[in-house]
């Protein structure tokens, strides 16, 4: 596609249950970004791939959070024991390199009720 | 702690008037600034950038002033079109980081009045 893609776009689900919220970069980048962007803040780095591996995942809030990107291009982020503090907007990016342009996907709203 | 602020929650300008946007950074590390717009149900768009070896970037309807001394930037648009209604974010790295670090401001929301 064109763009960076994000699905599903809403995501609803009960305290506890386990997430999987998925992006296609756009073909071609190698560096690919999770932030969450919680209500009234500005989006907030989670971690980034260059390629397969994560290379700085220092953003993860705690260990029910994984994210992984097998095969250097889609990227899965896991949330594990959801709480209801981690309804967000989940914004993935992907970008040429890591110093080039970031261009964002449209996010998922994620909702725990 | 917040280092990169944005004191107004929203703004509203009468088209064909000048917007103006401010953010403030408290971090004297950060030397790149980014602001990036964004409509509802979409991410984020780069729009225009400065580094702090310059005071000024201009970008059409578009110019970015940094004051470093008063780790002050401020984003204007002119003449403000409705198309240019959306939230809009600051955000500030250090250059020789890349994208995972930059750090946002929590957003204005400028409507333009037609």
């Known amino acids: 596609g064109a763009g960076v893609s994000q699905t599903p776009s809403n995501k609803v689900t009960e305290k506890g249950k386990y997430v999987e919220l998925r992006c296609d970069p756009i073909?071609?980048?190698?560096?690919l970004y999770w932030y969450r962007q919680s209500l009234g803040q500005g989006p907030e780095f989670l971690i980034y791939?260059?390629?397969?591996?994560?290379?700085?995942d220092s953003g993860l809030p705690n260990d029910r959070f994984f994210a992984v990107r097998p095969e250097g291009s889609v990227s899965t982020l896991k949330i594990q024991r959801t709480e209801r503090g981690d309804s967000a907007v989940y914004l993935c990016?992907?970008?040429?390199?890591?110093?080039?342009?970031?261009?964002f996907g449209q996010g998922t709203r994620l909702t725990v009720v | 702690d917040q280092q990169v602020k944005q004191n107004s929650p929203s703004l509203s300008v009468q088209e064909g008037r000048i917007s103006i946007l401010n953010c403030d950074y408290t971090?004297?590390?950060?030397?790149?600034f980014l602001w990036y717009k964004k409509y509802p149900a979409e991410g984020p768009t780069f729009l225009i950038s400065?580094?702090?070896?310059?005071d000024k970037n201009e970008d059409g309807r578009f110019t970015v002033f940094l004051n470093k001394s008063a780790k002050h930037l401020s984003l204007h648009i002119v003449p403000s079109q409705p198309g240019d209604s959306a939230v809009y974010f600051c955000?500030?790295?250090?250059?020789?980081?890349?994208?995972?670090?930059?750090?946002f401001g929590t957003g204005t929301r400028l409507t333009i009045i037609p």
């Open positions: 400065i580094s702090s070896i310059k």
């Open positions: 955000a500030a790295k250090k250059s020789n980081f890349g994208n995972e670090k930059l750090t």
């Open positions: 990016a992907s970008s040429v390199d890591l110093n080039t342009e970031a261009f």
């Open positions: 971090n004297s590390m950060f030397d790149y």
């Open positions: 791939f260059q390629g397969t591996g994560a290379a700085d």
């Open positions: 073909s071609g980048h190698t560096a």
